[in-house]
Antibody, heavy 121, light 112 residues
């Protein structure tokens, strides 16, 4: 069974930083691209960042470009999202998701339960 | 404002069929056959229902089907059931985003 467990969320002040982690199990982690999707309270879904299976290609939404960094450690089956210069509008539930293929094409087949990030003073 | 336009809400009675539309442009829905649909129940993670416009992942009911015409993609649910109630999001590859993919704003489906 595929399991994705996010951690690292919490309350942070504007301008602060957080590092999200996603521990994966139940599949060959180094065979799939991975991505982060966020959902602000009561709002829709927004792709944040994606990374290919070997980490060689990364993709970011315009809204987080230059502030967030996605990475992965295939030896530890873990996906990361380093978030910096956080803004109030980054407040959301952040989901980790497994992509259908080893390259990024926007299809997320398995999702974690999310970790909540709240940016507030 | 989302790049893809979906109706805010739709409703139907059990047993009926209904369709949710997703309208984009030639830079996304109309230009590529990389449209997907997700179902999300309250307080739950989304679930992939359709990809590549009309393909169903293993385990997804064949009551769900997808199609596309021009710049508009559609998700059709036949034999509507109470468990189908929830939010539905379309997504498409786009040449207008650094992330290559965008979501629609979502449609709330109510089973009467």
């Amino acid at each position: 069974e595929v399991q994705l467990v996010e951690s690292g969320g919490g309350l942070v002040q504007p301008g602060g930083s957080l590092r999200l982690s996603c521990a994966a199990s139940g599949f060959n982690f180094n065979s799939n691209a991975m991505n982060w999707v966020r959902q602000a309270p009561g709002k829709g879904l927004e792709y944040v960042a994606a990374i290919s299976s070997n980490g060689g290609n990364t993709y970011y939404a315009n809204s987080v470009m230059g502030r967030f960094t996605i990475s992965r450690d295939n030896s530890k089956n873990t996906l990361f999202l380093q978030m910096g210069s956080l803004r109030v509008e980054d407040t959301a539930l952040y989901y980790c998701a497994r992509s259908l293929y080893d390259f990024w094409n926007g299809y997320s087949t398995d999702w974690g339960q999310g970790t909540l990030v709240t940016v507030s003073s | 404002q989302s790049a893809l336009t979906q109706p805010a809400s739709v409703s139907g009675s059990p047993g009926q069929s209904l369709t949710i539309s997703c309208t984009g442009t030639s830079s996304d829905v109309g230009g590529y056959d990389y449209v997907s649909w997700y179902q999300q129940h309250p307080a739950k993670a989304p679930k992939l229902m359709i990809y590549d416009v009309s393909k169903r992942p293993s385990g997804v009911s064949n009551r769900f089907s997808g199609s596309k015409s021009g710049n508009t993609a559609s998700l059709t649910i036949s034999g509507l059931q109470a468990e189908d109630e929830g939010d539905y999001y379309c997504s498409s590859y786009t040449s207008s985003s650094t992330l290559d993919v965008v979501f629609g704003g979502g449609t709330k489906l109510t089973v009467l």
